[in-house]
């Protein structure tokens, strides 16, 4: 292993650190996510959230992608960090808190981004709900 990869194994070391980044990568295993998707998966502020990501980003384990107003995150698809992020995740398989995690994912992926944005999640689910029952109104008249 030379400088730069002990380097690089220290820098992805730290990342993978913090339970947040944890669940953070445990989420994007399934595909891409908006900052404020995965800020309400942790609950924690937009600005602390960006921060976990930015050191994310910074080891090489996710990618970004802009949209407009907004932001995109995945996992990597380098080869030298999938074994790093295989590895980490793949242990929390049966964690209470990645399940939880996972199923707020499937919840809030049925949501429009923008709406859960700017809206929230009790309020874009709301929204959601009303539209299904105005479309469902529509359908039987």
Not at 7 to 21: C, F, Q, T, Y
Not at 33 to 56: D, M
Request: glycine share 8%.
């Amino acid at each position: 292993m030379t400088n730069s990869e002990l380097d690089a194994a220290v820098e992805i070391s730290r990342a993978l650190g913090h339970p947040a980044r944890l669940r953070a990568l445990a989420m994007l295993r399934h595909g891409e996510l908006c900052v404020c998707q995965i800020t309400e998966v942790l609950g924690l502020a937009q600005s602390t959230v960006s921060s976990h990501l930015r050191e994310l980003r910074r080891a090489g384990l996710i990618t970004e992608r802009k949209e407009g107003r907004w932001v995109f995150f995945s996992i990597s698809g380098a080869p030298e960090v999938r074994p790093w992020i295989e590895a980490a995740v793949g242990m929390l398989t049966h964690d209470p808190q990645i399940e939880a995690d996972g199923n707020l994912v499937d919840a809030i992926r049925q949501l429009p981004v923008e709406d859960l944005c700017r809206l929230g999640f009790k309020a874009a689910t709301a929204k959601a709900a009303e539209e299904h029952i105005q479309a469902d109104l529509g359908e039987t008249q």
